[in-house]
């Protein structure tokens, strides 16, 4: 989550989970409505200061960062505003955390159609930085929105939709926080369901062999393969009958394999080949093959989301989901060329195209290769190595995942880039929501 301090002599210091990116707002508040935030983006524009809300700080870019900005902490701004089980349309403060909405959702029979593995985010922030899960036949989490309300720079606060201002729509469900802050989200949910999931190591080699079938046999399907072992942990998640029962894992099997293994004693290996490099390698062999197989089932979103205590930095691209086999043999052969070993596993899953302008998968079906290293382990060559394979199929970078990228090659990767600086220049002529992470990605030229 966002950590928030205080100095003695007052200044706030913000830095984000990773704890690879920091920034000292000028000015923090905290508001708990939407007549509030409009409030304090008319008191920082007659500063004359740049405005940033703040969500869970999850991102591993400084999308988020208000370093001499007015920061807005949407901490204060969660909840439910109003839930249709029929519809299935439920509309959600900006601040609320994915954990707190799959909880409010339960509680009502609904549940997200499909989801990351990560629940500390807010739903604003997932959804302006491109967060999916997987799945050959579903989008990211922005396309399950049907509306958004945004507070503009100039404090006026509009609805948006398909139908309502859908060029702002089309633009504002990945936008970055460059367009303005979203104070509520309307979601298309559905009835509850429950997952069978099964996770298993598997031969890498036999992973690639029956690629096609576990994409598209399965309704989700992701695999984190281990640079120096020889197995990928495969991840397998189908829907079950709405009238089925779950079979969860026992209280006590779940907390020896999430906790203890894949937490502290994975946590320790990674300390131990950070404090050793030599011992990565062997290191990264035996977690390919630690994990047991496991099969259970239970409600959606507790099979979606894994619990994750051992940190990390990280990079993400979006490639041709034809292109994913290539890019994974270019990957397995540079990394032992490397002059510093790589600790953690890469993560594959996919995506179905979809018509969101600055989505990673805007048109486009979609593999997504996700590299991880431990904190203080060198992890510089390894990220520009990767950044250089992805960029021979035209990769789009994760918006909220480490990247070199600026406009000048962005405007490339996405057809309707300059359709959302048209946009932005609308709403926002004066930058208020700017940064230097979005002065890059947006206006270098």
Known sequence: MTALKTSADGQIRWTNWARNETAVPATLTRPASVEQISETIAAATAKGLPVKALGAGHSFTAIAAAHGAAAIDLSAWTGV????????LVTVRAGTTIKQLNAALDRVGLAMTNL???????ISGAISTGTHGTGAKLG????????????????????????????????????????????????RCERSFSLNADERPVPLEAVIEQLDELTTGHDHMEFYWFPYGRK??????????????????????????????????????????????????PLNGLASIALSPRTYSDLS????????????????????????VDVLNELRAVVPKLAYPVMMPVEVRVAAADDIWLSTAYQRDSAYFAIHQYPGMP??????????????????PHWGKMHTLDAAVLRDRYPRFDDFRRVRAQVDPERVFRNAYLDRVLDAT
């Open 140 to 187: 990211g989490i922005a396309t399950q929105v049907s509306a958004l309300q945004v507070v503009l720079a100039d404090g006026s606060v509009v609805t948006c939709s398909a139908d309502e201002r859908p060029d702002l729509f089309n633009a504002a469900r990945v936008g970055l926080g460059a367009l303005g802050v979203i104070s509520t989200v309307t979601l």
């Open 116 to 122: 990351g593995d990560i629940d500390a985010q807010t």
């Open 379 to 396: 992890y510089r060559e390894y990220f520009d190595a990767f950044e250089k394979i992805v960029a021979q199929v035209g990769g789009r």
């Open 301 to 324: 979103h507790r099979v979606f989301v894994t619990q994750r205590d051992v940190r990390f930095v990280e990079s993400e691209y979006a490639v041709p989901r034809e292109s994913l």
């Open 81 to 88: 505003e109003s839930s249709d089980v029929a519809s299935g």
């Open 232 to 281: 990928a942990l495969v991840k397998r998640n189908d829907r079950l009958p709405l009238d089925a029962a779950a079979r969860p894992l026992s209280r006590a099997r779940e907390f020896f394999e999430y906790t203890v293994m894949e937490n502290v004693v994975y946590g320790a290996m990674c300390r131990a080949g950070r404090a050793v490099p030599k011992l990565v390698k």
